[in-house]
């Protein structure tokens, strides 16, 4: 008996432990970090960069840092030194990071990240005060502040992977800054509200900065809303890689979404994206135009030097119909861009819409209803051969239908 109950024991014993080894390979494999509340690394509300690196080496790569129902001083620009680390507030009406940059001085960023995966959830990032500009021109074409909180994140050194979520960006000039040459690698921005920023999700490039990544992928922008207040409203989306400059790349957005947010009177331009391909627009409510200096020059879409793009179903308003500008202006400079597009089932109200293009190859245009108060001699112009364009559906002008006339595809 006892020889052939021995080996039975023996395999019974043996099963627990070997499985017991692999759950353990396995949980080593998995490790997420684990999570932690500030309150442990701050005891006045006040987080400095100390705090907040041994907040960040506590939660380990891939951990969270909880925020409670409180307001907290951010003295200075906070620095992530950690991959994959969320700050999880508790609702963006109830947790605050505020930062008061001392009177006559600028802060160039609340937070800081050259790390992927960074991640700002259900809280408000907000200034002390609205940011100041030397001029109004500044608000419109990024100058930087004079005085207040330049960006409320700020994103280097190809960091890839930036989530906002369930948050309020407010009274800061600049809501998500990727620095020049920086490119939106995985940028996911949902359920958020900006407010005041001159440009609230912003990746500009100039032909002086090389570009990090000739390969961007899944940047996704929904349910957000681009709230403009009077002179602080330049831009609401700007994703400028250097138009009109032929010997810069395009950059393949493949994956790349704005779809289901709100443009609120922004002052200059709600979207404004050049040297990109492959990105959708759809779904958007997007208003332009508003009080103040800025108003004179307001275009709802603006792009130049694309190709394979889609714009579809979004409802265009410019609230200024003596503006004399388009409501959605589509400009092609350089040989080779320009092509695969589509423009479908948009409704558009403004001054101008125009869809001005050097070449326009493979467009696809169907179903867009336009009331403009000046109309051009082309509501679509292609000035440069070869131009090829398909009319799709019922597209109206001002509640005729659109005719060949309107339509130049043999300059």
């Known amino acids: ?32 970090g684990r999570t932690v509340s500030i309150a442990d690394f701050s005891s006045d509300n006040t987080i400095t960069q100390a705090e907040f690196e041994q907040a960040q080496r ?3 790569n891939g951990g969270t840092i909880r925020f409670e129902s409180l307001t907290y001083s951010i003295p200075r620009t906070l620095d992530f030194i950690r991959n994959n680390i969320t700050l999880a507030g508790a609702g963006a009406g109830r947790t605050f990071l505020e930062q008061n940059p001392p009177s006559g001085r600028r802060s160039v960023a609340m937070l800081r990240t050259s790390r992927n995966g960074t991640r700002v959830q259900e809280m408000t990032l907000q200034g002390a005060n609205f940011p100041t500009y030397s001029s109004s021109l500044d608000v419109e074409e990024g100058a930087r502040t004079t005085t207040g909180v330049e960006a409320a994140i700020q994103v280097n050194d190809g960091a890839q992977n930036i989530q906002v979520i369930g948050s309020v960006i407010r009274r800061i000039s600049v809501g998500v800054e990727y620095q020049a040459g920086e490119v939106p690698n995985g940028l996911r921005v949902r359920n958020t509200r900006f407010v005041t920023g001159r440009a609230m999700v912003n990746s500009r490039d100039t032909t002086t900065f090389p570009i990090s990544n000739s390969l961007t992928r899944n940047m996704i922008i929904d349910n957000a809303d681009f709230i403009y207040r009077p002179g602080h409203g330049g831009r609401g989306i700007t994703i400028d890689f250097g138009n009109n400059v032929g010997a810069r790349p ?16 922004i002052s200059h331009f709600p979207i404004d994206i050049n040297r990109v391909s492959n990105i959708t627009i759809r779904d958007n409510v997007i208003n332009g135009g508003g009080a103040g200096n800025q108003d004179g020059f307001v275009q709802c879409v603006h792009m130049e030097d694309f190709t394979t793009c889609r714009i579809v179903n979004n409802r ?18 350089v040989q080779g ?16 819409h125009s869809v001005m293009s050097g070449t326009l190859e493979n467009w696809t245009y169907r179903n867009n209803d336009v009331r403009v108060s000046n109309s051009p001699s082309f509501i679509i112009n292609g000035f440069r051969q070869p131009s090829t364009i398909r009319l799709r559906g019922t597209n109206t002008v001002n509640g005729r239908a659109l005719r060949r006339s309107d339509v130049n595809t043999n300059p």
């Open 58 to 60: 506590s939660a380990g």
């Open 316 to 333: 265009m308003f410019q609230r200024r119909r003596n503006d004399n500008n388009d409501v959605l202006t589509l400009r092609v400079h």
């Open 337 to 352: 861009t320009g092509r695969d597009v589509v423009v479908a089932d948009n409704t558009i109200r403004g001054s101008v």
């Open 250 to 265: 395009v950059i393949d957005m493949q994956g790349s979404l704005i779809e289901n947010c709100n443009f609120d009177t």
């Open 1 to 32: 008996m006892n020889t052939k109950t021995k080996p039975l024991n023996m395999k019974i014993k043996k099963t627990p432990i070997l499985l017991g080894a692999v759950a353990l390979l396995s949980g080593v494999a998995t490790l997420q």
